[in-house]
């Protein structure tokens, strides 16, 4: 009986009756507290609206009558489901991928998908890796509903605090940086992801505020790897549109500086998030970043917000590709065939390519294959604090070699 499970609500989607009753039987005897059925996708949703406790899991087909999987996924996403979700199918294993990629595209937590009929072993650890996650799970992940007052009071009160995960250098298999990930630990509703804050920082121009809260703490842990003898660069997410404000430049160099820190070992990754209004002052602002030698880096490369033209006429020297990309890669040689194509640009134009997402040792091959210069995905490291970055890098040596098995 595992403990974790006992006040949870969890929930089997399926057409069939045997399946339903198979299914929750497992889960019964893995420990959750309530296995609720429905055998349509609507019943589903109903469930989920009215369910006490909240359905924190559910296990879904993704073949039914009236509503499937797919569908059924959209609507979890419209209603801000915030629960995991395991898909199951009789479907191959590349329709299986396909919808894994969709509900993670729509940024619902997907633990897995597996084929039919379901055997416990492999449910059971799907579900374990539910419980091994970070301390604040996707389950807390709800578009919630966070006011720009909240956020401002919360960056007055230093709340926000920088997360790092570490991007490692394929050549050396050294940590060579760390992506600065917001995160607010202690907001009322709970932990808030930044999905849920940063929009509406940018909306409510306080972005810029949070920004340097969180470069300020950030620069604090850099100083004191430094001076302890861990030399790693230190990324800051912005997106393109909150850059347009001409002093943003000497802002952050000015803060870096005091800080005692080299703006060479800073970096920006740059994502377009809305369309750009004011194209000329974002240009203005990185190449200035640019000359100062902050480094520029174009995030999530791959994806609707960020494209070729930005490379032709932005300064970067980093291109990430998105992890979406990433893990498309097992789905054959289409997939493949793009990544490699891209891969080979950003090196013809002298980027340093950093493969984002990367969740396996069989994915990490791949892309070593490729060519990539970095890798960051929870393979190597998930996000931390920055108080945990220290150990983090002590132990790499060793978890290194266990990873690689060498
Ligand atoms: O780990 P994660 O869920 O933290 O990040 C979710 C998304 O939020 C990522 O796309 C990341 O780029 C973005 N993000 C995280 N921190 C910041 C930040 O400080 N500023 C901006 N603009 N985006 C951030
Ligand atoms: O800024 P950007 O969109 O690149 O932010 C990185 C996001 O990706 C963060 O939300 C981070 O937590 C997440 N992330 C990092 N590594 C992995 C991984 O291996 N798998 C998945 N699913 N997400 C990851
Ligand atoms: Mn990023």
């Given at each position: 009986m595992n403990q974790r499970y006992a006040d949870q609500s969890v929930l089997v989607v399926d057409d069939e009756r045997f399946v339903l009753k198979t299914t929750a039987f497992v889960l019964q005897r893995l420990g959750y507290g309530v296995v609720l059925t429905a055998d349509s996708a609507a019943r589903a949703l109903e469930l989920i609206a009215s369910a006490e406790p909240p359905v924190s899991l559910v296990i879904s087909d993704l073949n039914m009558p009236g509503m499937d999987g797919v569908e059924l996924l959209r609507r979890f996403d419209e209603l801000g489901f915030d629960g995991d979700i395991v898909l199951f199918s009789g479907e191959d294993n590349q329709t299986l991928k396909m919808a894994e990629n969709l509900a993670r595209a729509r940024k619902l937590s997907i633990l897995g998908a597996i084929s039919k009929p379901i055997q416990p072993e492999l449910l059971s650890q799907i579900l374990a890796g539910a419980s091994t996650?970070?301390?604040?799970?996707?389950?807390?992940?709800?578009p919630q509903q966070v006011t720009a007052v909240q956020i401002e009071e919360a960056i007055e009160a230093g709340e926000f605090e920088p997360w790092f995960q570490p991007k490692i250098d394929?050549?050396?298999?050294?940590?060579?940086g760390v992506e600065v990930l917001a995160r607010w630990p202690r907001a009322i509703q709970g932990p808030i992801f930044p999905d849920a804050f940063i929009p509406v920082a940018e909306e409510s121009g306080l972005i810029d505020r949070l920004t340097l809260l969180l470069l300020e703490k950030a620069a604090c842990f850099g100083k004191a790897w430094r001076d302890q003898g861990l030399d790693l660069k230190i990324a800051l997410n912005v997106s393109m549109d909150s850059l347009k404000d001409l002093d943003l430049p000497d802002r952050l160099c000015e803060l870096i500086a005091r800080h005692?820190?080299?703006?060479?070992r800073y970096q920006l990754e740059v994502?377009?998030?809305?369309?750009?209004?004011d194209k000329v002052t974002a240009l203005d602002v990185l190449l200035r970043l640019r000359m100062k030698r902050i480094n520029l880096s174009i995030d999530d490369f791959g994806t609707g917000h960020s494209n070729i033209s930005q490379l032709r006429d932005l300064p970067f020297d980093e291109l990430k590709l998105d992890r979406s990309y990433v893990q498309a890669a097992a789905d054959g040689d289409r997939n493949l065939a793009i990544l490699e194509s891209t891969v080979e640009m950003a090196k013809k134009l002298d980027l340093i390519v950093v493969a984002e997402g990367v969740e396996n040792l069989e994915e990490w091959q791949r892309i070593e294959a490729l060519g990539c210069s970095q890798v960051q995905g929870y393979f190597t490291a998930r996000p931390m604090p920055g108080e945990a970055i220290h150990t983090w890098a002590g132990d790499w040596p060793q978890r290194c070699r266990e990873l690689f098995g060498a």
């Open positions: 996650r970070p301390a604040m799970p996707a389950s807390t992940r709800t394929i050549a050396s298999r050294m940590p060579v005692g820190e080299p703006l060479n994502t377009e998030s809305r369309l750009m209004e």
